[in-house]
Structures are given as C-alpha cells and as structure tokens.
C-alpha cells in the first residue's frame, strides 16, 4: 500500500490519519506540491486530475480522500470509522462533509494561488478570503456538535472517527491562516482530544519526513 501525499496537503492529512486509525502499513511517495510536480505528466498517469491523495492499494488506485476513506472503511472495516446505525451515519458525514465540500475546496492551494494570480488579490484579501470560509463552515460545525450532548468524547462516539479525520486538519490550516478559533470551544476541545490520539500525532505535518525540507 502507497500513499501519494504532501505533508502540508489536508486531504492526504485525512487519509494518514485514516490508515493510521486503522494500523495499515503504508509507503509514502512525496508529490511536491510547491513546485507544482502534480501537474506533471508523471503523476497525471497515477491521478488523472493531479490532485493529492492518491492511494494505491493492491496494484488499485484510489483517489479522492473521502472516497479513499470510505474505501478504507469497506475493505478494512475494524476499527470502525462511522457509527452502526445510517441516521448516525448520516450526521457524521454531514460534519465531514461541510469541511471537505464546502470549506476545504474554497480555501485549497489551487484556489488561493489563482485568486492570486488571476485576480491579483493582496496577502490581506487571501487571508481574509480564507477566514470566512472558515467561519461559516465552523459555525455550523460547532452548532451540530453542541446540540448533541451525547455525542461523547469526539466529534461522535468514545473514539474517533470519519468527522474527527476531517475537522483536526482543517483546524490545522485555520491555526497556520491565523484563523479566530474563540467562538468554537467544541471544535477545539475536539481538536486538542485527537491529538493526544497517537495516530493523529502521527499524521501530523511536522511528523512528514519532507517537513523540514520544504518551506
């Protein structure tokens, strides 16, 4: 099993923490996405849309991190990522799917570096751009997360699962985008349980052997 991942990616991200939630063994092939290497015709054989992650999986490729992870979930299914029942299914890809769907894809490297050079917008406006998406995506989350008090300790249920995969990255990205995470204390308290999760710790940017190399 190989994962085609950048460290700062969120959806590789994801898909780390996935498999180490899982206990997979995983090779990891750098695709560098600060020199543009994944719009390149060698990765493009791998991932036609040449975007990060790609997993492949007995000789199988998979790309698309929700999808990788449903994947994963189907053909790896202990520990469960998602609860039993389909109207808590539902909920929990609710939250995956407001940061997945509707945050992460606005606020991408793609979309900022071409508000940048298509639009000639100011470090300011992107940054601001960036903390709206955030706010409104988190907003919502947060309120779905404080109406149900018996959620437990994560996002849903005593262990992690497919919400919490989608919310400790994009966490990550809002701290790096000097984001106001004051009004979501569910949100951080979450955060600050995942990563006391080894598997979350590991997924980590920081903890990339690519990390120190790449600005």
């Known amino acids: 099993m190989n994962l085609y991942s950048y460290f700062r990616s969120s959806a590789a991200f994801r898909v780390r923490i996935a498999l180490n939630l899982k206990g997979l063994a995983y ?10 290497e994944h719009l390149l015709g060698q990765y493009k054989t791998v991932n036609p849309q040449g975007r990060i992650p790609t997993l492949v999986d007995k ?8 999808s990788i992870i449903e994947y994963l979930e189907e053909a790896y299914p202990k520990p469960p990522l998602l609860p039993t029942s389909i109207e808590e299914r539902a909920w929990v890809r609710a939250i995956g799917n407001i940061i997945a769907c509707d945050i992460h894809p606005l606020n991408n490297l793609a979309v900022l570096n071409y508000l940048t050079n298509e639009f000639s917008i100011s470090e300011v406006q992107k940054v601001h751009w960036y903390q709206h998406w955030v706010s409104q995506g988190f907003e919502a989350v947060e309120k779905m997360l404080s109406e ?47 990563m006391e ?17 790449i600005i």
């Open 27 to 36: 090779g990891t092939k750098l695709v560098n996405l600060s020199t543009g």
């Open 59 to 66: 000789e199988k490729v998979y790309i698309q991190s929700i």
């Open 148 to 194: 149900t008090a018996s959620r437990g300790k994560f996002c849903f249920g005593e262990e992690p699962g497919l919400a919490d995969i989608c919310l400790v990255p994009q966490v990550f990205n809002a701290k790096r985008f000097d984001c106001d995470l004051e009004p979501y204390p569910e949100i951080e308290k979450i955060f600050k349980r995942c």
């Open 197 to 213: 999760v080894e598997a979350f710790a590991k997924a980590q940017p920081s903890n990339q052997p690519e990390a120190d190399s």
